[in-house]
């Protein structure tokens, strides 16, 4: 009979509030940003790769499944949300929403066709889709294939928010961010987050408490699905362009780095990760092809010395939820 991990704290009020604590302090240290002379750009493309690892994060670090196509939801709404803004000249408000409905249908087909498998087999066949997305977007016209679709007009957001202005941008993408983020919150401090939590411990059990837990995973896939989506939206106006780079399996490869660096089903984890990842390839873009060889080399160290990732070894030492 499998139990709770070591690692797995009760969702109390004093746990709740210790996160509502480093929520607060995060969010004005993110605010903060534009004034102590940071490259925005930098924490902007940070900030999307933070909510999707948050997202992948909530299927896998909370409902125990490991997709390896998480790439696909980004690399869709990032495709979507492209088209709609350079070719249908949509407002980036319906842009984002286009967007993420595109992540939501595709999370609803993908889920429904790999749920009902387990372990290896649902992540080998989320890769599967994946690849398969991603072949069919390198013929498909509108991708523009290898060229990707460029030149992203940004645009006013609700008529009044020029989000060609950097300082604009930056605030609406963290805005951005930070709703994903607390909604990525609420639904792991929600009943349906706990029953998640608890199909991860013992999924037989949960069946023998009466739980559908085909169905609670289908959900917790379809949210996921959609918050990276969401992720991807948020993206096309930072880079300005959608890319095949989005939707290859490297990306999805990057999204479990940065969890399992941050702490896997921490709630602070896998931003921390997303900023170390991301961070990497943007200071030691000198190395060139040995920018993979450091990150490489940093997880073996991760997995070796800070077993429960950097957040997850904190929160264990000091007894805290993170």
């Not at 000249?89 to 387990?118: C, D, K, N």
């Not at 372990?119 to 290898?146: D, K, R, V």
């Not at 963290?174 to 608890?198: C, D, Q, Y």
Request: hydrophobic residues 55%; glycine residues 10%.
């Amino acid at each position: 009979m499998t139990t709770l991990t070591d690692d797995t704290l009760p969702a109390t009020p004093r746990a709740m509030r210790d996160e509502m604590i480093v929520f607060v302090v995060m969010a004005l240290l993110l605010a903060s940003v534009p004034f102590t002379g940071v490259y925005p750009f930098f924490v902007m493309q940070a900030l999307c790769f933070a909510l999707l690892a948050c997202a992948f994060n909530l299927l896998i670090g909370y409902g125990g499944l490991l997709s390896f196509g998480h790439a696909m939801f980004l690399g869709t709404a990032g495709y979507c949300s492209a088209h709609a803004l350079k070719v249908w000249a949509l407002p980036p408000e319906l842009g984002i929403l286009v967007g993420i409905a595109a992540a939501f249908v595709l999370s609803l087909i993908t889920g429904y066709i790999s749920i009902r498998r387990q372990g290896i087999y649902f992540s080998m066949i989320t890769l599967a889709l994946s690849q398969l997305l991603y072949f069919i977007y390198l013929q498909a016209p509108f991708t523009h294939g290898e060229d990707g679709i460029q030149g992203i007009p940004q645009g006013h957001m609700f008529g009044v928010f020029d989000l060609s202005k950097p300082t604009v941008l930056y605030y609406v993408v963290l805005v951005g961010f930070l709703a994903g983020f607390l909604l990525i919150f609420r639904i792991i401090n929600s009943p349906f987050g706990e029953v998640l939590k608890a199909i991860r411990e013992n999924e037989p059990r949960a069946i023998s408490l009466g739980y559908r837990t085909d169905q609670y995973k289908f959900l917790a896939f379809v949210l996921s699905g959609t918050l990276a989506g969401f992720a991807g939206a948020l993206k096309v106006f930072v880079a300005q362009n959608a890319s095949l780079t989005d939707v290859h399996w490297s990306m999805s490869g990057e999204v479990v780095l940065m969890t399992l660096v941050g702490g896997l089903g921490t709630i602070f984890g896998p931003v921390v990760g997303a900023f170390v990842i991301i961070a990497m390839q943007q200071y030691l873009a000198g190395f060139g092809q040995w920018v993979t060889v450091i990150q490489g080399s940093i997880f073996v160290i991760c997995v070796l010395t800070f077993r429960r990732g950097v957040i997850g070894e904190i929160a264990h030492y000091f007894r805290r939820s993170l």
